[in-house]
């Protein structure tokens, strides 16, 4: 479907947010300390800051969460399902995350259903904003993933100074907007000039460019020797950084805890990096050296994500730039990629 | 869903990161980006921190012990039963008779109650925790040469120093976050040189790496000044205006000369001279250290010879130039800066000060003991004859972490009262009279002070688990019922107290620490920044001093019958004894075993293969686990992380203590191995 585009005045969404929240949990981007940001829960819709950096948290928290109650089991034979069927609007997502939660879907959803992302999938709303200002770390623009998109979200803002120019992408976002249509207009001549300005200088902006397929099909050309991987992951500190903050990154564990008679089955998030990922019985790790695990999270995400699921497993966020402490994160890699493979011919 | 800002439970870095909570639970964590220490990065432990505090075998209740078993009791009676036991106990024996161990991983504010429940309410200076273990040699030779025991510089700086010497610490395992800075500033050109036997991962990434031999650090040490002094490298000017009793020390520095440390250490003489050059040259050195340095006999020599080292070289009171120890747990550092140890009252003034002992006697209002306490080693060994009739331990666990277990469990055994506040049922906990349920760092407010001095509140994310109690709720209840008053609405009025008695903690209120990301002590006055580095234009004491140090060979060196040296330490999933890591899915999962490294040469003559089981035996005791081969320990040295209890690598290390600190000897003892 066509987006339906309209007009917001910054000045009536607090309203729309304060109407929203009615029937949902409103989460937004509030100040932590300093200069971070979290999505929390909005108590004062006022404290929502507008005003933010492109690098946010990501949102998969509230989709597969890192500790996940799954079920109850009692010794009466009784079983209580767990799933968090919480109504959420979430208000501030980046363009990437939600490029990354249309592939999100496909791994959940497609064939055997998630039943526990799915309900919370259902139940959410995203409300995302197109970056104006991108960080030094991010590299959307040059894989189509952000900053700002065609498809694939709910409802998109641009931000046009006094107002947001507003894109209704699918059904959910329709209601958002529609039950409160009063609040909107639709945009005029000068709306779409504004809006456009934005977009050029968003994509100006938005200088960072890696290639994802120049780096696939390196790999594929068998120029890229295990010797690049040891080299690439000797620092890795094994700390699932990367892999916890990136939004398309879906490993995890279940563990049982019991309770007395109450056994309770969580699912965690865990990461390809551990060692202990791949343990087999016997104590037998096949990953046990480090540059294996290296290796195959970036293939996973250059080589079998895109054969699996018809795209990268990269949506350029530049979230694991951050959360590495030594710098193994998908740009410097796939630079030095480049590098190494050019040097050697 | 909300995010409570908070400090990770774990090591001494101090990452600030979120708890995530839904309905009520911890669903997540994340970390801070604008966070001056780990920006955004968390190492695996920190990741994980959330999952162990709602685990189903947190304690909920309070406990006493009836024969075999744990009847559950209310707080009443349990606090009730150990007032009336401690109030016998010390009526019949005296106060000396009872001893606390307080907890690094508590925060400041407990620390500084059961420092002060044990000076005021008990009347004994018998308290210490597991500093005594990892950095009283550093608390001791640094207060004598500093006259403050502390990392000089803040972990930030590390990014624009220019050499980085690292003697003795894993840092990449251990202080993962300090490591990422020594990337970062080897990345911009500095050297680094990495001393320690065991080829440790960050040796893979040194310009230098001596592997002298276990316990010769101190030989090492003066070898590098030695050759400093006799190639003309000493800053004389600060040598000069700056410290004192350099004559006497260089007197014995003459005999270290590289040729003779050669033959201590086994490094060859040249490396001395260069890494001695490396490290003199450049003005933005670094110097860190860790247990390596502190767990000897020698522990505070070691400490001395590096200080002596910075101040020949004039490497200190400066940005990215200074002394670091690299404190372990969360609160260690806090929990000294606290006074949780038997000879200093918070702010290491000293107990047998009558001008100080006045001031803490006005506020607290009763007369204060004058003689130094027990340490923890001492209070064990009195507990095996029959001297010390109590123990109250509060977030520790010594059976694990002490050395020569059958040793500490047969004084605990001994006792007439022990009491155990925890948040799990640990090894020491089965042999506890009375068991009290503990809040973990996710249930409650207070302050916990990192390795580079940085005060950050902690913050209360959900309510305690069952009726567990934060420990410092627990110690007022107890002392308002051993009939001493101690009436706080909250952690900060507690820091109120502290800040009121404690110069270096004088700005240090709690709201101060609201905004912001914590303060660095020393800190003295509400209007004062805090200081990112120590010692700028004098030291802590005025002059700093030079101690003349001599090489002496560790306790137990190796011989016909047992011919090895086991070396313990740590491993990067696991912490300590792992009553919380062991209790996260991921982090249990990295090294379920326990294991010891072998060389391979070594493996090759006692005929075993990788994961062959051995059995090690010392005089002490023996214990059976895998052996792991590799070529991380040099021939003739095996090590064994401590943190598991079926092999518990304190089975067999040697209780010998410095003589000055009473740290024990954890880093060498003599050992068999042999194929089962
Ligand atoms: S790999 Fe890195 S840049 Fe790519 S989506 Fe994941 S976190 Fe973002
Ligand atoms: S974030 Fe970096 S250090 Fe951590 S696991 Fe990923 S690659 Fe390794
Ligand atoms: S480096 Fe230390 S403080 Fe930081 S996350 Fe790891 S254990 Fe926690």
């Known amino acids: ?345 | 869903m909300d995010k409570i800002l908070t400090v990770c439970p774990y090591c001494g870095c101090g990452c600030g990161l979120y708890l995530h909570v839904e309905n009520g639970s911890i669903s997540g964590v994340s970390p801070s980006r604008s966070h001056p220490v780990n920006r955004g990065s968390l190492c695996i432990k920190g990741w994980n921190a959330h999952e162990f505090v709602t685990h189903p075998e947190r304690l909920r209740y309070p406990l006493i012990r009836e024969d075999s078993y744990l009847r559950k009791v209310g707080w009443d009676e349990a606090l009730g039963f150990i007032s009336s036991r401690l109030k016998k106990i010390k009526k019949i024996h005296g106060p000396d008779s009872i001893s606390i161990i307080s907890s690094a991983k508590c925060t400041n504010e407990e620390n500084y109650l059961m420092m002060k429940f044990a000076r005021a309410v008990i009347g004994t200076n018998n308290i210490d925790h597991c500093a005594r273990l990892c950095h009283s040699s550093t608390v001791g030779g640094l207060a004598t040469t500093f006259g403050s025991g502390a990392m000089t510089n803040s972990i930030s700086e590390i990014a624009d120093a220019k050499t980085l010497f690292v003697i003795g610490s894993n840092t990449i395992e251990q202080h993962p976050m300090v490591a990422m800075y020594i990337f970062e500033a080897i990345e911009k050109g500095a050297t680094l040189i990495v001393a320690d036997p065991r080829k440790i991962r960050l040796a893979e990434f040194s310009h230098i790496h001596l592997r002298h031999r276990c316990g010769t650090d101190t030989a090492l040490l003066m070898g590098i000044m030695n050759s400093i002094v006799a190639e003309g490298l000493v800053d004389i000017d600060f040598v000069k205006k700056r410290t004192e009793n350099f004559d006497s020390f260089r007197k014995i520095l003459k005999r270290y000369t590289p040729d003779v440390v050669e033959g201590i250490t086994g490094i060859h003489a040249d490396d001395i001279r260069k890494v001695a050059r490396l490290y003199a040259m450049e003005k933005r050195s670094m110097l860190f250290y860790s247990m390596g340095i502190t767990q000897h006999i020698t522990g505070v020599d070691n400490v001395k010879a590096c200080a002596n080292l910075v101040m020949l070289t004039g490497h200190i009171g400066l940005p990215s130039s200074g002394l670091n120890p690299l404190r372990g747990q969360n609160n260690v550092q806090g929990a000294c800066d606290m006074g949780a140890l038997p000879d200093v009252y918070s702010g290491y003034q000293f107990v047998k000060d009558p001008i100080v002992r006045r001031k803490f006697k006005r506020i607290w209002g009763v007369n204060l003991p004058e003689k130094s306490g027990l340490t923890m080693m001492e209070m064990v060994e009195k507990a095996y004859k029959g001297e010390l009739k109590a123990m109250y331990i509060m977030g520790e666990n010594p059976l694990l972490s002490n050395p020569y277990s059958d040793y500490t469990r047969e004084a605990l055994q001994r006792l007439e009262l022990l009491v155990v506040q925890d948040i799990f049922l640990n090894e020491t906990a089965q042999y506890a009279d009375v068991i009290l349920p503990a809040a973990s760092f996710a249930e409650k407010d207070g302050t916990f002070t990192n390795t580079e001095r940085r005060i950050q509140l902690i913050r209360k994310a959900t309510a305690p688990v069952g009726e567990s109690k934060p420990d410092w709720e627990i110690i007022c209840e107890l002392s308002s019922m051993m009939g001493y008053e101690m009436n706080y609405r909250g952690t900060y009025e507690i820091m109120e107290e502290v800040a009121l008695l404690t110069p270096i903690y004088g700005g240090i209120l709690h709201h101060r620490l609201n905004t912001g990301l914590g303060l660095q002590w020393p800190c003295p006055s509400t209007d004062h920044p805090g200081t990112p580095y120590l010692h700028r234009k004098k030291f802590a004491r005025g002059l700093g001093t030079f101690m003349p140090v001599d090489f002496i060979p560790p306790d137990e060196p190796p011989n016909d019958e047992f011919p090895m040296i086991l070396t313990t330490g740590r491993i990067y999933s696991r912490y300590h004894t792992t009553t919380m890591c062991g209790r996260t899915t991921v982090l249990e999962r990295e090294e379920p075993e326990p294991f010891i490294e072998v060389n391979p040469s070594d493996a090759e003559k006692l005929k075993i293969k990788n994961r062959d089981s051995v059995k090690v035996t010392s005089k002490r005791g023996s214990i059976r686990l895998n052996a792991y081969i590799t070529t991380t320990v040099p021939e003739g040295t095996v090590f064994i992380p401590f943190h598991y209890s079926v092999a518990p690598a304190n089975a067999l290390t040697n209780p010998a203590l410095d003589p000055e600190v009473k740290i024990p000897e954890l880093k060498v003892c003599a050992v068999k191995v042999e194929p089962l």
């Not at chain 1, 940001?37 to 949102?59: C, M, Q, R, W, Y």
């Not at chain 1, 965690?268 to 050296?289: H, M, Q, S, V, Y």
């Not at chain 1, 250059?302 to 990269?314: H, T």
């Open chain 1, 1 to 345: 479907m066509k987006p339906t585009e309209l007009i917001l005045y910054k000045d009536h969404l607090s309203y729309w947010l304060r109407q929203l929240r009615k029937e949902r949990e409103l989460i937004g981007p509030l100040r932590g300390e300093e200069t971070d940001i979290v999505f929390k829960s909005v108590e004062n819709i006022h404290d929502i800051v507008l005003d933010l950096p492109a690098i946010l948290p990501t949102v998969k928290e509230f989709l597969f969460p890192q500790y996940e109650p799954m079920f109850k089991y009692l010794m009466t034979d009784e079983v209580v399902d767990l799933r968090d069927n919480t109504k959420r609007v979430i208000f501030g997502v980046r363009s990437c995350d939600v490029t990354a939660l249309t592939l999100l879907d496909k791994f959940f959803l497609d064939g055997y259903k998630d039943p526990f992302y799915e309900e919370r999938r259902n139940e959410t709303v995203l409300i995302s904003i197109v970056c104006g200002r991108p960080e030094p770390e991010c590299f959307c623009a040059g894989l189509n993933t952000g900053p700002y998109l065609e498809k694939g979200f709910d409802v998109q803002l641009t931000d046009l100074g006094d107002r947001f120019f507003v894109q209704v992408g699918s059904p959910k976002g329709h209601s958002a907007v529609m039950r409160f249509s009063f609040l909107f207009r639709k945009p005029y001549k000068a709306d779409y000039e504004d809006q456009y300005e934005v977009f050029l200088s968003s994509k100006a902006t938005s200088q960072k460019r890696i290639s994802l397929e120049g780096a696939r099909q390196l790999i594929l050309s068998g120029k890229v020797k295990d010797d690049f991987w040891r080299m690439i992951s000797d620092k890795c500190f094994e700390c699932g950084g990367c892999v916890y903050q990136c939004p398309l990154c879906t490993c995890f564990t279940v563990t049982d805890r019991v309770f007395g008679d109450i056994i309770e089955r969580v699912r965690l998030w865990d990461a390809c990096l551990f060692k202990g990922f791949t343990r087999l019985a016997g104590g037998i790790l096949p990953n046990e050296e480090r540059y294996l695990r290296t290796k195959r999270w970036f293939y996973h995400k250059l080589i079998y994500y895109p054969d699996a699921l018809n795209g990268f497993g990269c949506v350029g966020c530049g979230r694991c730039t951050i959360a590495c402490p030594t710098k193994i994160d998908m740009a410097s890699v796939i630079t030095r990629l480049k590098v190494t493979a050019g040097s050697e011919g």
